[in-house]
């Protein structure tokens, strides 16, 4: 006749397992997290650093060439222009001042001072004479999520050049 053991198997996981892989979940979870808020960060900061750069190309190039340039933005996108001998705006198409669509989640918010120009859908609309702005800008990119992080950018005339302060962190 057989001779049946009894041994006991691990029918599931004891209380100390499961808190233990809890916590580990929970330590891995803290680590996560905060990538993925810093990456809507990089995303603006990102943004406002190219924006800062085509500006000073655009700046640069009305300084070498003597055109007149113009910069415009919507709240979801921005384009440059030059001002023919006519006084006529032609909107350029070439890298890189050609019309620049903004991330879905990334808009320019508020601008100081306030464009006023005949298209309502402008948000900015400044000119450059001599790579020189004809007057001081600050503008803010912010994401749309429900916690916005914003870049603040402010441009300044100065001799010969531009210059541009990018603010990070405000809200």
Do not use: C
Not at 8 to 24: W, Y
Not at 38 to 55: P, Y
Request: hydrophobic residues 45%; aromatic residues 8%.
């Amino acid at each position: 006749m057989p001779v049946f053991r009894q041994h006991r198997h691990g029918a599931g996981f004891t209380l100390i397992e499961i808190l233990i892989v809890i916590v580990i979940m929970a330590v891995m979870a803290a680590f996560v997290v905060p990538s993925f808020v810093s990456l809507n960060r990089g995303s603006v900061d990102e943004e406002a650093r190219r924006l800062v750069q085509v500006l000073k190309m655009s700046a640069d190039e009305s300084i070498l060439t003597g055109r007149i340039m113009r910069w415009s933005a919507t709240e979801h996108a921005y384009y440059f222009e030059t001002q023919d001998d006519k006084g006529q705006w032609h909107v350029l198409d070439a890298p890189p001042y050609r019309r620049y669509t903004l991330p879905d989640n990334i808009v320019i918010g508020a601008v100081n001072p306030p464009v006023v120009a005949d298209e309502k859908a402008l948000r900015a609309r400044y000119v450059m004479r001599g790579g020189v702005l004809s007057q001081p800008l600050e503008l803010v990119l912010s994401t749309t999520d429900k916690e916005p992080l914003a870049t603040t950018l402010r441009l300044e005339p100065a001799a010969l050049s531009l210059k541009i302060r990018i603010v990070q962190g405000t809200k």
